[in-house]
């Protein structure tokens, strides 16, 4: 049964959940969710904590990732994700949606809709994706700003701050700049687009004690690694952002060519997730179960006057 309607609804807050988990040892693998159907079979493979890229969720929108959508947009998808999986959610927030009060008020709508970490980033709109050229970075005492106004904010969420200035400032000034946002009270860092082994590893090396996030994207800067990989290069968390739309993308793709070159679907069929996979994992069967439980109310008659 799910979040959204079960008994096991998580008694502890998202955030206390996702620092139990990187508590345990072990580098903490979060797969990259777009959509609540994601988040379940996510859950369902055994994962125990998802990732909501900004990447991802754009491009579902049929949109560029370029800090266009509003937080509210965002709420939209970790409600959806968080409810569906009942699992700790790490968000991306870009660069925050403004400036500190912005940055704020992200904070407490994305903790309200259930998040339990969330990521910022040094770029300044409209913003790239993190493997592409030519960004243009925000003043870094004008981050660390932001990032002491996330923690102010917070409640119980995960702050985790992201510098994209490898690529322009090289590894000095990506970890200077990581250094002053872990002093404005970013719990972990994320450095993005590091294009080797020898530069993760330096960046690890000359942040100790830090927890790091490392992003494995695909089709991007940074080689193909595994999640053993990352962890014996430094790493605490590792995410895969955009895999799950990658490949849901192609398949819809071929399923459509498929139905304008045959005039229907039946030479796909095999590939679909049958009506059965379907419904056990939305747990249609649990919602029926739930709605046959509940008494119908009886509304007491009111005793007539004397």
């Known amino acids: 049964m799910t979040y959204l309607i079960g008994a096991n609804v998580p008694e502890q807050p998202a955030g206390i959940r996702f620092r139990d988990l990187l508590n345990h040892p072990g580098i903490l693998r979060i797969p990259g969710t777009h959509n609540g159907m994601a988040a379940l079979q996510a859950r369902d493979a055994g994962f125990a904590a998802v990732y909501l890229s900004g990447a991802a969720m754009t491009a579902s929108m049929g949109l560029p990732d370029l800090g266009i959508i509003s937080v509210e947009e965002v709420a939209f998808f970790v409600r959806q994700v968080s409810r569906a999986s009942g699992l700790p959610v790490l968000v991306d927030g870009d660069t925050g949606y403004g400036e500190t009060l912005n940055v704020m008020n992200m904070v407490r709508s994305f903790e309200d809709a259930g998040a339990a970490a969330v990521h910022i980033e040094d770029q300044l709109l409209p913003k790239k994706c993190g493997h592409l050229n030519d960004k243009r970075l925000a003043d870094p005492r004008d981050m660390a700003a932001k990032v002491a106004a996330a ?113 229907g679907t039946q030479y796909v069929v095999e590939q679909m997730q049958t009506r059965a996979e379907l419904y056990a994992t939305i747990g249609l069967q649990d919602y029926e179960a739930l709605d046959a439980s509940i008494v119908q109310t009886i509304i007491p008659e009111a005793p007539l006057p004397r």
């Open 151 to 263: 923690v102010r904010a917070r409640r119980h969420l995960y702050v985790i701050a992201r510098t994209d200035a490898a690529a322009s400032e090289g590894m000095d000034g990506a970890v200077a700049r990581a250094k002053l946002y872990r002093e404005a009270g970013a719990d972990a860092i994320f450095p993005e687009a590091l294009t080797s082994a020898d530069m993760l590893r330096e960046f690890a090396r000359r942040m100790p004690g830090v927890p790091l996030l490392a992003n494995m994207t695909e089709f991007g800067k940074t080689p193909f690694f595994t999640a053993a990989e990352f962890e014996g290069m430094g790493y605490r968390m590792v995410i895969w952002p955009v895999s799950s739309l990658r490949v849901a993308n192609k398949a819809q793709e071929a399923l459509y060519a498929a139905i304008k070159r045959d005039g």
